[in-house]
C-alpha cells in the first residue's frame, strides 16, 4: 500500500478537504495513473451529502478520470507508460455472470464496484476516486483516449457521455429519427452533441427560454419549451426518441403527448420518484418510458473512440482542487457551463 494525497469529506456535513488515502500496490493486471483531470459530477455532491444514504465515510469523489499510464502489472497487454487513458463510474466486476459476459458490467448481477465508495475486491477496503494524484484499476476498465481530443474536456466523457451516448445507442438514433433531449445541463448539452452527430433532427426541449441560444451552438436544430403549450401541441406525435435528463422530480406526462407510436423516452437522470404518470399516454400509441444506467466498458469506449471521430468533448470550465466545495454549490445552482473539471496539479 502507497500512501497519496486526496480530497474528500469526512461525514455529510463536512465540506470536502485534503486528507491522505491509500492505494493498493500494482498487482500483475493493474495500471497505474497520475491523475491529471477529474471531472465534477452531481453525483459526487450526492454521494458526499449522502443524499443516498449509502455512503462510507472517508468519501473521495470522482468518476470522471483523465490521466497519464505511470506503471504497469506484469501481465497488461493493452497498455504502457506515457498513454493518455481514462477511468470513469466503476472500477471492477465478477466478470463471469451473464451481463459482465454481455460488456454490460454496468448490471453486473453480483454488483459492479464503484469509482468510489465501492468496496476494493483487492483489499477489502473502500475505493477512492478521482479527487486524488493517482489511482490504481485492473486493466479491463481502462479505456483508451483518443489523441485528437483536448484532454481536460474528455474527463466529463466518463460519465456525462456515456451516459447519454449509451441509450442513443441503444435505442439506435440515426439520420432522419427526431430526437428530443429535456433538459440543458451537464448531460443534456452532451445528449444534443451526440444526437446531431448521430444524424438525428435533434430538439432541445426545456423550460427556459434563455436556453435557446447555447442549445442551437451545441448543434439543436431548434428548441421547444415546455411551458408554451401552442408549441408543444405542434410537436405532439412527432418524436421517434426522447432523452430526459432533467435530475429532479418532475411531471413526465406532458413529453409522453409528443412521442410517436412505439416509441421510446428514456430517462438518464432523476434517480428518485417522479409525479405520478397517466397510464393512458402510454396506452394510447403503445409508448415507453425506460431507463438507462452508464455504459459497459465497451460501449464506453465505442463512445470515446465516437468523439474522437467526430471531434465531441464536454463544455468545461476548470477550477483547481481547492474551490471544489465553491464548485459544488454552483452545480447545485446550475451554475455551470456545464461541468468543472479539476486541474490535479492543484493537489500535487
Known amino acids: 500500500m502507497n500512501k497519496i494525497k486526496a480530497y474528500g469529506t469526512e461525514s455529510h456535513k463536512d465540506d470536502l478537504k485534503e486528507m491522505t488515502i491509500e ?5 500483475e493486471n493493474d495500471v497505474k495513473i497520475d491523475i491529471l483531470y477529474c471531472g465534477v459530477c452531481h453525483s459526487d455532491i450526492h454521494a458526499a451529502k449522502n443524499d443516498w444514504g449509502n455512503s462510507k465515510y472517508p468519501l473521495v469523489p470522482g468518476h470522471e478520470i483523465v490521466g497519464k499510464v505511470v506503471e504497469v502489472g506484469s501481465a497488461v497487454k493493452d497498455y504502457k507508460e506515457g498513454d493518455i487513458v481514462g477511468v470513469g463510474c466503476m472500477v471492477d466486476s465478477c466478470q463471469e455472470c451473464q451481463p459482465c459476459e454481455n460488456d454490460l458490467e454496468q448490471f453486473c448481477e453480483k454488483g459492479m464496484v464503484g469509482t468510489y465508495n465501492g468496496k476494493n475486491k483487492h483489499t477489502g477496503k473502500q475505493t477512492f476516486g478521482g479527487y486524488s494524484t493517482t489511482v490504481t484499476v485492473r486493466e479491463e476498465f481502462v479505456l483508451k483516449v483518443p489523441t485528437n481530443l483536448d484532454t481536460k474536456a474528455v474527463a466529463p466523457l466518463l460519465c456525462a457521455g456515456i ?9 439506435n438514433v440515426k439520420k432522419g429519427d427526431k430526437v ?16 446531431h452527430a448521430m444524424g438525428a433532427e435533434t430538439i432541445m426541449i426545456t423550460t427556459s427560454p434563455d436556453k435557446a441560444k447555447d442549445a ?25 426518441f426522447i432523452l430526459n435528463t432533467v435530475p429532479v422530480k418532475h411531471d413526465i406526462n406532458p413529453y409522453l403527448n409528443l412521442l410517436k407510436i412505439d416509441a421510446t423516452m428514456c430517462m438518464v437522470g432523476a434517480i428518485e420518484p417522479l409525479e405520478p404518470m397517466n397510464g393512458g399516454n402510454l396506452i394510447m400509441g403503445r409508448k415507453r418510458v425506460a431507463g438507462s444506467l452508464i455504459g459497459g466498458i465497451k460501449e464506453t469506449q465505442e ?19 481547492q474551490d471544489i466545495n465553491t464548485a459544488f454549490e454552483r452545480v447545485t ?13 492543484s493537489l500535487k
Not at 451516459?163 to 435505442?171: A, D, E, F, K, Q
Request: charged share 30%.
Open 23 to 27: 492505494r493498493r500496490d500494482v498487482l
Open 163 to 171: 451516459t447519454t451516448y449509451s441509450p442513443l445507442n441503444h435505442w
Open 180 to 195: 428530443g433531449v429535456v433538459g440543458l445541463g451537464g448531460l443534456g448539452h452532451m445528449g444534443i452533441k451526440f444526437a
Open 216 to 240: 442551437k451552438r451545441l448543434g439543436a436544430d431548434d428548441v421547444i419549451i415546455s411551458k408554451n403549450e401552442d408549441e408543444m401541441k405542434k410537436h405532439k406525435n412527432s418524436f421517434d
Open 303 to 321: 463512445m470515446l473512440d465516437f468523439c474522437g471521430e467526430h471531434n465531441i468533448t464536454s463544455d468545461i470550465e476548470m477550477i483547481d482542487m
Open 333 to 345: 445552482d446550475s451554475d455551470v457551463k456545464y461541468r468543472f473539471v479539476i486541474d490535479m496539479d
